[in-house]
Every structure is written in C-alpha cells, then in structure tokens.
C-alpha cells in the first residue's frame, strides 16, 4: 500500500502546483502579484499547514476503500465518512486555535460558527478525497484485469498439459503394443524397439518445455518412424524432405507427432505414395505437411484424439497466428500446418 500512498501524495503535489500557476497567473493578468503566499509569513504558513491538512483526504480515503470497500461497502463509506469529520476538527484545531494562539491569525475570520466552517469544509473534504477514491478504483479496476488474466494463463497451462499428458499414454499404449509384438513373434528388432522407446520417452519426459527447437522435434519424429517401420516385414516407404533454416525455428513439444502417428494408425503403407513428411522453416514461420494413401483397412475402436488435440494446442498457442488445413479425397490424405511467429 506504501507505493499507492506515495503516487497519491505526487499526484496530489502536482494537481496543488497546477493549482497555484493557474491562480498566480490569472492574478499576473489583472496586474497583481501572483503568488501571494509567497510574500506574507502568515499566508506562507496557511499555505504550507492547508497542504498537508488536505493531504490527509486522498491518503485516508484509500486507505480505507483498499482495506474494507470490496468485503464491507457500506462500513467503508462510515470509515470515510468519520475520517472526514476527523480531519475538519484537526484543520479547525490548527487554523483557528493554534495560529491565533501562537501567531494571532485565523484563516476563517474569528467567531465564525461551527456549522458553518464544517459545512464549507466539506467541499474541501470531497474535492481532495476524490483523488484517493477515485484512484483506488482505477488500481482496483487493474487488479481485477490482472487476476483475470493470471487466472486465464492458468487455465491455460492447465489445459495445455492435460492435451500434452493426454498425447504421452496415447503414443505410449501403440508402442507397447508394437514392442509386444515384436516380442510375441521373437523378433530380433524388439531389444532396438526397446531402446528407440526410451529415448522417445526421455524426450517426453526431461527435454520438452515450453518451447523446443524444430531440429529436436524433427528428430524425435525420425525415432518415430524409426519404431513403427519395425512392424512390417518390409520397410515402409517414408519421405523425409526439410528446407528453410529449421536451426532457427521452435515449436511447442510433441505438436507434430499426432500427423505422422495419424499416417502410420490409418494409411494405406503398403501401396502407393507410402507417407510424405514436408518441413520448411525459418525465423518466421514453420510449415509442415503430411501426406498418405488413405488405409480402407478396419480402424481400431480407440480412435484417436491427435488431431482434435493438436487443433486445441494451436488454438490456445498461436491465436490466429496458424493455419491447419486437412484435405481429403478418395484415396489421399493430406495436412499442412503454418504457424507464423
């Protein structure tokens, strides 16, 4: 709360030197002396006392709507309201007791009635306590945007992990069932399937953030593929092809991955164009597409949630900065991802 007090009393010094130039030089104008306090001990000390008086109003109006106007509305406004009668009663002490004891002048002539002098002073006492509420509502007004935005980061992160979390057990349940059975027929490969796992899994696990870089990524896809061919007898046709400067590019972790898995769960692997995998990047932008003959083979009753997660992840990572368009005909498949920086 310091750091408030502290720009309320600025603002408060700058709005009463604002005050005083425009005072001085309408004076200056009618050919009188503008700062008339300045030439006078008596109004130099009128001057001097009214500003940390009326200092009082903004400081203790935000003091008390920070610490209670959210939970009790109407006990702050009571607070605010015996503040005000607090202050008129120490001004009225100083002015018109202690500088007519001690120097002999009032700033309210002598006499004057206490129901008057409270009644004028509350002009005074809503004109400077203005500046405390009304920037206590401009830093609440910010803080309610700012907790809306932490909390809508934080439901991001959290969505973003689910469909990250949702892609591991995914990829993880088709490889163990790969390397099972490989182990099931006494292939010689299920040792180097094993191992090709684990590095997967190392990557999963201890190398993807936030952001990785796109040479990573395209090698944790080569491990992939490297691990499915192991299912056929023969090897199956795959195209890699990379151009741009891919060393300059990041992307999110395990994004590209659900494409080349969707080819290799539904694809027709055996005929045709196989799988064709195309990357392009730079420091602006990463396009990758994949391309496979579509499989009339009986899907499996799992299904898949690559796509649809990969569409999510891009929706809440790159907010109409990405464009993923799925084409389909008879017999091929295709889809081609940007995301511009």
């Known amino acids: 709360m310091r750091k408030h007090l502290l720009r309320i009393a600025l603002f408060y010094t700058l709005f009463e030197l604002l005050r005083q130039v425009g005072e001085s030089v309408a004076l200056w104008v009618r050919g009188k002396f503008p700062f008339v306090w300045v030439h006078n001990v008596g109004d130099r000390i009128m001057a001097i006392g009214g500003f940390f008086i009326f200092l009082l109003y903004p400081l203790t109006a935000f003091a008390i709507f920070e610490t209670c106007f959210r939970q009790r509305k109407r006990l702050a406004l009571t607070y605010w309201a015996g503040c005000i009668l607090v202050i008129i009663s120490i001004r ?11 120097w002999d002048f009032t700033n309210y002539s002598r006499g004057v009635s206490l129901l008057y002098y409270f009644l004028d002073n509350i002009y005074y006492a809503v004109l400077y306590s203005s500046f405390g509420i009304i920037y206590f509502f401009i830093h609440n007004e910010r803080e309610l945007k700012l907790n809306q935005a932490k909390l809508m980061l934080a439901n991001k992160q959290t969505e973003l992990s ?47 953030n936030e952001q990785v870089p796109l040479e990573k990524e395209l090698e944790y896809i080569d491990k992939y ?18 151009s741009g400067r891919p060393e300059k590019a990041r992307v999110p ?14 694809g027709d692997l055996r005929h045709g164009i196989g799988i064709q995998v195309k990357t392009y990047a730079d420091e602006q932008v990463v396009r990758f597409g994949v391309v496979n003959a579509i499989g009339h083979h009986q899907k499996d ?41």
Not at 302 to 317: A, Q, W
């Open 92 to 102: 009225y002490l100083v002015e018109q007791v202690f500088y007519l004891a001690v």
């Open 162 to 208: 689910f469909l990250r979390s949702q892609v591991n057990p995914h990829f993880l349940f088709n490889s163990l069932n790969n390397i099972y059975s490989l182990v099931y027929h006494k292939n010689d490969q299920s040792l180097s399937a094993i191992a090709k796992l684990s590095d997967l899994l190392r990557y999963m696990l201890y190398d993807a």
């Open 225 to 242: 593929i490297d691990l499915q061919q192991m299912r056929f007898d023969q090897p199956v046709q795959v195209g890699m092809a990379v």
């Open 253 to 266: 972790p395990l994004l590209l991955i659900p494409f080349v898995e969707n080819a290799f769960k539904h």
């Open 301 to 341: 009753a799992g299904g898949g949630i690559g796509l649809e997660n990969v569409r999510r992840r891009l929706d809440l990572l790159f907010p109409g900065k990405h464009r993923l368009e799925i084409k389909q005909t008879t017999d091929i498949f295709e889809v081609e991802l940007e995301i511009n920086k």
